[in-house]
C-alpha cells in the first residue's frame, strides 16, 4: 500500500515520461488540462501506466472525474484501500 | 448405405499475389479543418499526427475508387477478372444497404458470376476480408479472390464535430488473394466486443432518418421542419476518443503479439509493421508496447491520407512497397480495429 506522498511522485514520474514535463510541476492542485497541458490521449497513457505501476483499475468512466492531480491521487489512494 | 460426397481439392495455403490502391482527389489540409472546428494545425498535428487527409470529388463514387484500386491488384497479380472466384467488398460508406457493392464491383472487373458480398467491419474490414479469403482459397472454394476496403467517409462525416470527422478520409485498397504451396498469410486472430458498440458509429439509425422524414412530409410546413433538425437528420459518425484510444493501444496489443505467436514469428523477423491508420498516437505507443525494433519499417500513410477506415491497412501497405521496393517478399504485421469494436490481424508475407 503506498502512502498519498508515494502515489504522488509515482504519478509525477508517469506524468514526467509522458509529457516531459518536470516532475516537480506534478502537483495536488494542479489540474491536467489547464495546468499541465495533458490531452486526452496522454491522460490516457498516464491513468494506463497508473493502473499498472499501483495495480488499481480506473474504469473509462472514471477517467473524466479526475481534473486535478489530487483527484488522481485519492482514487487510486482509495482504490488500493 | 449412401454415396459419398466428392472431398473438394484444397490448396495448402495462400498469399498476396497483387496490391493496388485509390486516393482521394482532394487533399484537405488542417487549416481546411480548420474553417469548421475551432482548432489549429499545430494543434491536430500533435494530437493525431495528421498534415492532410484525402478526400474524393463528389462526382467519384466508392465503387469508383473500389474499381481503381482493385484494377491495379489484379493487373499487379497477372490475373483477369474472369479468373476471380470471389470479389469481397469491406466497407461501412457504401449508400445502399442493398444489393451490395461487392456484386456491381466483380461486373466492373468482368468477374460475374463470381460470388460477392460485403463485409461490414469498419476500420477491421480489410482483416476480416483477408482471413476469409484465405479460408476461402485454403479451403478450395476460390482459386482467386479479391479483397477490397473501400470508404467514402466524407459521405457520413459532419464537418463542425471534433471527435472523429477531422481525421477521415476516403480511399479504396486491394488485394488479389491466391494459392500458394506455403504459408503466404499465416492464422488470422479477429473477433469482436460487442459491449462496446457505442463507443463508435452513426449518431442515429436509418429509421429515426425515416421517421423525420414521414413527419415532415404529413406537415403542411414540412420543410421547415427538415430545416429545424437538419443538424440531427442524415446519420454521422461519432466516437468516445479517450475509451477506442485506451481499447486501441492496450487490447490490440495483445491481438498483435497473438498474431505473432500464431504465424511462430517475433517482432525481430518483421520486416513491417502495418497497423490501421487512426491516429499516429495510437501507432507510436503500439510501436513502443510492442518493443518493435528499430529496423521493422512502419506503415504511417494517416500523416497524408486521414483514416480511411477499411482501406488504411492496404494504402498504407502500397505506400510503404512503393517508397521502399525492398520489402516485397518480407512479413508484415497487419492489425484493424474499429467500429463494433472488431478486430483482425495476421501475419503476411508482402506482395
Known sequence: ??????????????????????????????????????????????????????????????????????????????AQA | MPTELKLAPTNAGSRFLGLGAYRGDVVVTNDDVCQWIDSSDEWIRQRTGIVTRRRASADVSLLDMAETAGREALEAAGIEGAQLGAVIVSTVTFPY???????????????????AFDISAACAGYCYGVAQADAL??????????????????????????????????????????????????????????SKWSTIGMTHSMLDLREIALAAEADPEGSALVAETEAKLWPTLRQDGQTVFRWAVWEMAKVAQQAMDAAGVGPEDLAAFIPHQA?????????????????????RDIADMGNTSAASIPLAMHRLLQENPGLSGGLA??????????FGAQVVVLP
Do not use: C
Not at chain 2, 148 to 176: C, P, Q, Y
Not at chain 2, 282 to 290: H, R, S
Open chain 2, 137 to 194: 482459397v485454403r479451403s478450395g472454394a476460390a482459386d482467386y479472390v479479391l479483397v477490397v476496403g473501400a470508404e467514402k467517409l466524407s459521405d457520413v462525416i459532419d464537418n463542425h464535430e471534433r471527435t472523429i470527422s477531422f481525421l477521415l478520409g476516403d480511399g479504396a485498397g486491394a488485394v488479389v488473394i491466391g494459392p500458394s504451396e506455403t504459408a503466404g498469410i499465416a492464422p488470422s486472430i479477429w473477433g469482436s466486443d460487442g
Open chain 2, 279 to 299: 491516429n499516429m498516437r495510437i501507432i507510436d505507443e503500439m510501436v513502443k508496447q510492442l518493443k518493435l525494433p528499430e529496423s521493422v519499417a512502419v506503415g
Open chain 2, 97 to 115: 444497404a442493398t444489393p451490395s457493392a461487392a456484386a456491381a464491383l466483380a461486373d466492373r472487373l468482368g468477374a460475374t458470376p463470381a460470388p
Open chain 1, 1 to 78: 500500500m503506498a502512502s498519498n506522498e508515494e502515489i504522488l511522485a509515482g504519478l509525477a514520474e508517469i506524468v514526467n515520461e509522458e509529457t516531459g514535463l518536470d516532475t516537480d510541476a506534478v502537483q495536488l492542485d494542479k489540474s491536467f488540462t489547464d495546468d499541465l497541458d495533458i490531452d486526452s490521449i496522454s491522460m490516457m497513457t498516464i491513468v494506463v501506466n497508473a493502473e499498472e505501476k499501483f495495480d488499481v483499475k480506473i474504469p473509462d468512466e472514471e477517467v473524466k472525474n479526475l481534473k486535478t492531480v489530487g483527484d488522481a491521487v485519492s482514487y487510486i489512494a482509495n
Open chain 2, 333 to 342: 504485421l497487419e492489425i484493424g480495429f474499429g467500429a463494433g469494436l472488431v
